[in-house]
């Protein structure tokens, strides 16, 4: 090894030589033609060596760039035919001459041959040359049609150029969507058997006439949503325009149409199902920039798509919801795999809302997916939809909950709870339902969610349900170990819950729990009854004096909500009590009378006023859940039987499913076929 940092001791070392060309030749003792002591040379020594070397390394370069290069049988030059002209390779596998094809560029006479084999035929060089000159024709041809076109657009207008831009924008856009690839098929799987699909004529004269009046006000809705926001997620219906909230992103999702199908159907509006069906044919697009709630779109869309799916059979509803459920995916790429509430269908990028605690997800969010995940592991054979939902049960068994309670927030990052505050109602509702009918939708195999669901109840009895002094029973909300003796609106639907519950209740109670419903029921009826209008506000108080009444003024709106009428009808299957039937009669007409106008219907802003303004929309829920839930409680109960439908939070009724191995999760599903 050289160490080029050491200089011999007696020697000056030349700065522009290698140290490999510092060594002096060796001088005789004697001689007198060379002083002994000289160990440097001249300057005029130094030039010479320098020219010398510089000659030589501009020689090597020169020969390395200009030299044909034998080993690779490749030309260097720029020369521009040779650039646009390719030369012919051997194709693959064809079997070479002599061990040896000779490439285009090769040195020597061989400079301009093509010889290959194809199919057995060699190429002579007169054939070669041939191919050569009708290429550089070629090149001559299309560079003059090039000069020819440019002459031409400049000879065109501002307004042509545009408007020939914007034509092959278009183009572009087009050739992109039909390029797009085509969905891997979804595997056969037998179809669950459809039972209750097109039943339920009532017998009595009465019950169909108001049947046919609910049947009429949705036509109503679907009408006026059809004329003014066709598309558009929601409708305005005093501005009679779209109208779209922040769950559904900046995109028209059509919200309305995929939320009512299922209703169209069992209503038997069929011309309207088949409009809202060719809608989604054409228009339904995921790939779309935009942040939408997995929660909302879970329960709106995909159980949408997926009960038109089983209602009608038609297979793009399948395909469509299986598309949007992939997009919804990356929602759960978290520390816990606690799915963030909002995703971006197009990035995939997921968070939380700013107002949730601590940046927490919410519990009837995350809880509130069972349902849709095992139809579409069992519509795909994708194992992973089903995987998803059994973490999240997993992690939250194994947590610790206060006082056996469930609170409203859970932090995706750390998987510990949020501020503690149990409910119901708003946050947490849908969580305590889906554990029961995870349940029944397994054809009571799955024993663990019934087991979660008894224990969640039994400790919301334990803290949450009271008697008020007047004797209504209502369910409070749970704050950092206290009760406040408040009602959402959206906590009525417990009736039902607690009536669909009561059979396979544990220790014999399934009278216990009707009754229960039955006394939430009433509650919810008094809240209607206490207002002016007949509809149910918002939220309603159990202290003070003041008994199911809101006090507060942004509490004291009707937003078109189906909770209360969902109780009733549950009631009625399990009762045949004639008095849920007047009572939704009565909800009906209210509706009817305070919340529709010319473009549709409209929620009121104050229950409690004989003159109320309007909120001006028309929510999708409303066609989904309120007026279905009607229909179904003037209908005979051979529509939609509860032993072969669950109904999922947003009233998309989904086939029961026989499921083995459930609780090892790998996803092997059975069922009866038609």
């Avoid at 001689?31 to 005029?44: E, G, K, Y």
């Avoid at 000659?55 to 080993?71: H, K």
């Avoid at 909230?245 to 069992?266: H, P, R």
Wanted: net charge negative; hydrophobic share 35%; proline share 5%.
């Amino acid at each position: 090894m050289v160490c080029t940092n050491c200089k011999p001791s007696n020697m000056t070392t030349p700065a522009l030589l290698p140290l490999s060309g510092r060594r002096i030749p060796t001088l005789s003792p004697g001689a007198a033609s060379f002083p002994h002591h000289r160990a440097t040379l001249r300057l005029s020594e130094k030039f010479i060596l320098l020219l010398i070397l510089s000659a030589f390394i501009t020689l090597c370069f020169g020969a390395f760039f200009f030299l044909p290069d034998n080993s690779k049988h490749k030309r260097f030059d720029l020369g521009l035919e040779d650039v646009l002209i390719p030369h012919i390779e051997a194709p693959k596998g064809a079997k070479h001459l002599g061990g040896q094809v000779v490439i285009h560029g090769q040195g020597g006479h061989d400079e301009h041959r093509h010889r290959h084999e194809v199919e057995g035929i060699v190429q002579s060089p007169e054939t070669g040359l041939e191919e050569e000159e009708s290429l550089r024709d070629k090149i001559r041809v299309d560079h003059e049609r090039a000069l020819q076109e440019a002459k031409e657009k400049l000879r065109k207008s501002r307004d042509e150029l545009r408007a020939e831009i914007q034509t092959e924008k278009s183009k572009v856009v087009e050739d992109l969507k039909k390029k797009k690839e085509v969905p891997k098929p979804l595997p056969p799987v037998p179809m669950p058997k459809v039972v209750g699909v097109n039943d339920g004529d009532p017998v009595e004269p009465d019950v169909k006439e108001k049947r046919d009046k609910i049947r009429e006000m949705m036509k109503h809705a679907w009408d006026s949503y059809r004329q003014y926001g066709w598309g558009h997620n929601e409708l305005k219906p005093l501005a009679k325009k779209g109208h779209s909230t922040n769950i559904f992103g900046n995109s028209q999702m059509g919200a309305t149409i995929v939320d009512a199908l299922d209703s169209l159907y069992m209503m038997g509006l069929h011309d309207e199902f088949k409009d809202g069906q060719e809608w989604i044919e054409q228009n339904l697009d995921f790939s779309v920039n935009a942040e939408v709630s997995v929660f909302e779109v879970n329960i709106r869309f995909i159980g949408g798509l997926l009960a038109a799916y089983y209602l009608s059979g038609q297979e793009v509803f399948k395909v469509k919801a299986v598309q949007l459920a992939e997009k919804l995916l990356p929602a759960f790429n978290t520390p816990t795999g606690i799915p963030w509430a909002m995703v971006n269908l197009k990035s995939g990028v997921g968070r939380n809302w700013g107002w949730a605690s601590a940046g927490s997800s919410i519990l009837a969010e995350f809880g509130t997916l069972h349902m849709e995940f095992v139809h579409l592991t069992y519509l795909t054979g994708n194992p992973a939809y089903y995987q998803k939902v059994m973490h999240i049960r997993k992690l939250l068994a194994k947590m610790d909950r206060p006082n056996g309670l469930y609170p409203n927030y859970l932090n995706p990052r750390t998987g510990r709870w949020g501020q503690h505050h149990t409910s119901v109602g708003g946050l947490g509702d849908s969580f305590y339902e889906y554990l029961l009918k995870a349940w029944l939708m397994s054809d009571k195999t799955d024993t663990e969610a019934r087991k979660t669901y008894d224990d969640a109840i039994e400790a919301i009895e334990r803290h949450l349900i009271r008697k008020s002094n007047g004797g209504l029973t209502f369910i409070g909300e749970w704050k950092n170990g206290h009760l406040e003796r408040k009602m959402g609106h959206l906590t009525c639907f417990a009736g039902g819950m607690f009536a669909l519950g009561a059979d396979g209740s544990p220790d014999d109670k399934a009278g216990h729990y009707l009754q229960l419903g039955a006394e939430i029921a009433h509650t919810c009826h008094e809240s209607y009854d206490r207002t002016v209008l007949k509809l149910g506000p918002e939220a309603f108080k159990f202290d003070s004096g003041l008994e199911a009444v809101a006090v507060r003024q942004n509490e004291k709106y009707y937003i078109l909500r189906p909770e209360v009428i969902e109780t009733y009808w549950y009631m009625w299957r399990f009762t045949h009590d004639p008095k849920y039937r007047q009572w939704g009669w009565e909800a009906a007409q209210a509706i009817d009378k305070y919340c529709r106008v010319s473009g549709g219907f409209s929620g009121v802003k104050d229950v409690y006023s004989s003159n109320p303004t309007y909120d001006d929309v028309q929510q999708s829920f409303f066609l989904a859940e309120t007026l279905k839930y009607l229909y179904l409680l003037f209908s005979s109960d051979d529509l939609m039987p509860l032993e072969s439908w669950v109904f999922n939070t947003e009233a998309h009724p989904l086939p029961v499913l026989h499921l083995t191995d459930f609780s090892e999760g790998i996803g092997i599903f059975q069922t009866e076929s038609d």
